[in-house]
């Protein structure tokens, strides 16, 4: 009778408090959103890690080269993630592990086995704290001090043990010594029951009286807080030495700027951005060039390597390392240098601006912001990337945009209008009231222009005779663009040269075409020979640039000297004319 009174108490306790329903139930939403999140990346970085394997066994050259660092930083977040997965799985059964009768515990179904588990886990999730320092002892090495990747792999068991041991290690421990206990809503390290007198912190008026786990408060901060409060500060202090080195070292960054700006290289119309960074004495900088659009992918990489080597040796220079003839600057000078070289894309002249302007006012667009000009000519012009133009800028952006000379003394009246708080720079803010600006760009480009173009024409009148090639001259440039196009080009009959204007000549050329295909028709043939005829006429045109236009006249001679005579015009239309004798 007595036995059956006490099992109805235990069934009959199911009026429990909003708050103890609360504690049990939802933890596991937040636990099952990490479950899934923990999953997702473990299953990304095992993916990734298969594809890197599969590449380098597909390219075995260059499995132990480089500076590749994927595989250790992807091991390291895949070690975090399984942390945070356990942790996850062990939060969300909440109070299911703790035994069964614990009082004030809704949903308590376990026993103490089942809680020591969940505590072991729960505990072991310390590795995640663990994979944190070790990603911040990575991008410490890895970006302050350069480490390689032959170095970074030869640490990276030593930062996967650590993190496992000290997981394990705490863990097991806290087995060993009895301590997981029901902690309210999880077992963990905790005395039992809670809120028991533990021996560590009893006085001479109170008497131990825990069951279990005794002095489990204090284990719980020996083996958890404790550490954690440790890495916590370790990894502040890591990122402190990861953001001074971050920054690009003011002093190299100075000194190369001034090594760019000093080089007389004509591929090389501005340095848009320098990154340097100083460790020890060894540095690391990156540097991009603005080039012009027209050059080829292979002269871009030519620009690179001579701007990169130059930089390389006047750096090893300046440091008293290294020769005048740049051999092993790199070594010597302790610098590692990329340099990369972008097209200059030029800014909009003001005929478009005002194009685009009209377009907007008559309603044809709607899209155009009047500011554009203003900010992408403030981006170009800023050169250093300071956030700031100085007249120097303003000077050197106005010229490229405007393809000419401008005093200084014509920059400096502009920067006197735009200058607002008159500090002697030109800020975006300044330089974004598009009114002024507009205006202002549109008078530089009329005057200026006009004086540009007064000046050029007196240098070409005064220099036009000295100049002016002579009629053998261009001849022997006809003749030879001829030759280039044998046997096309029979030969060369005649030249006529005409000057038409003190800058130009028209040329007539008669040449002779030989026809070698006995089976093709004579329709065949007329348009073969307008083809020479053409390609002749469009290589004189632009290639020789002292011709503005040429008339090709051709002789078709078969093999029995029977042939016709045609005349391509200026429209490169050929036309067949009567018979005649060669």
């Known amino acids: 009778m007595q036995e059956r009174n006490h099992r109805s108490q235990v069934l009959l306790r199911v009026n429990y408090s909003s708050k103890e329903i609360a504690l049990a139930i939802a933890p596991k ?77 809704y949903g308590a179904i376990g026993n103490q086995t089942t809680c020591s588990v969940q505590g072991f886990f729960t505990q072991f999730s310390f590795v995640s704290v663990m ?44 087995a060993v010594l009895g301590i997981y206990n029901p902690a309210g809503w999880d077992c963990w390290i905790a005395p039992k029951p809670l809120g028991c007198q533990e021996t560590w912190n009893s006085s001479f008026e109170s008497t131990p009286n825990c069951e279990r786990g005794d002095n489990a408060s204090l284990y719980r901060f020996i083996f958890y807080y404790g550490p954690l409060w440790i890495v916590i500060i370790i990894i502040g202090i890591l990122m402190f030495i990861l953001q001074l080195s971050d920054g690009a070292d003011s002093d190299l960054q100075t000194e190369v700027f001034e090594i760019l700006n000093e080089l007389d290289d004509d591929d090389v119309i501005a340095t848009t951005s320098v990154r340097a960074r100083q460790m020890g004495s060894a540095a690391s900088v990156d540097v991009t060039v603005e080039i012009p659009s027209v050059l080829s992918t292979t002269a871009t990489r030519a620009v690179e390597n001579r701007v990169k080597q130059r930089l390389l040796v006047e750096l090893a220079r300046r440091r008293g390392g290294g020769d005048d003839d740049g051999n ?40 155009y912001d009047e500011t554009t000009f203003a900010k992408l000519a403030f981006e170009k012009f800023d050169t250093n990337v300071d956030g700031r133009l100085s007249i120097e800028e303003l000077k050197w952006g106005l010229e490229k945009t ?68 002579s009629t053998t001259y261009i001849e022997q440039q006809v003749r030879n663009e001829a030759k280039l196009m044998y046997p096309k080009i029979r030969s060369v009959e005649g030249v006529t040269v005409h000057f038409t204007s003190q800058h ?24 073969k020979v307008r083809e ?39 429209s490169t239309s050929v036309s067949s004319s009567s018979s005649l004798a060669p």
């Open 504 to 527: 130009s000549v028209t040329v007539d050329v008669n040449v002779r075409i030989t026809e070698d295909d006995e089976d093709s028709t004579e329709n065949n043939a007329l348009r």
């Open 532 to 570: 020479y005829a053409r390609e002749l006429k469009g290589n004189l045109e632009t290639k020789l640039h002292e011709i503005e236009s040429a008339q090709i006249y051709l002789d078709l001679n078969t093999d029995n000297d029977d042939g016709k005579y045609l005349t391509l015009n200026n």
């Open 29 to 105: 939403f937040t636990a099952f959103a990490s479950i899934l999140g923990s999953s997702c990346i473990i299953y990304l970085t095992i993916k990734e890690l298969v594809r890197q394997r599969r590449q380098r066994k597909n390219n075995p050259r260059r499995s132990g080269t480089g500076r590749s660092y994927k595989g250790t930083y992807h091991r390291l977040i895949l070690g975090l993630g399984i942390g945070d997965l356990v942790a996850s799985i062990a939060w969300f059964c909440t109070t299911w592990p703790i035994p069964k009768g614990t009082p004030d515990v």
């Open 402 to 469: 405007l393809k000419i000379e401008l005093s200084i003394d014509r920059v400096q009246k502009l920067m006197d209008e735009l200058d607002v708080n008159k500090d002697g720079y030109l800020e975006l803010e300044e330089m974004v009231s598009i009114d002024k600006f507009s205006k202002r760009i549109e008078s530089f480009s009329k005057e200026e222009k006009e004086l540009a173009i007064r000046q050029e024409l007196q240098q070409q009148q005064q220099t036009l005779l000295d100049d002016m090639p």
């Open 131 to 174: 994979y944190n320092l070790n990603l911040s002892i990575y991008y410490v090495l890895v970006v302050a001090y350069q480490y390689s990747r032959k170095q970074i792999v030869t640490i990276e068991p030593y930062m996967h043990a650590l993190a496992i041991f000290v997981g394990i290690g705490t863990a097991t421990a806290m």
């Open 328 to 367: 092993d600057s790199t070594s010597s000078s302790g610098v590692i240098a990329n340099v990369y070289a972008k097209p200059y894309l030029d800014i909009p002249l003001m005929e478009d601006f005002e194009k685009r302007s009209l377009q907007t006012t008559t309603g044809m667009t709607d899209d």
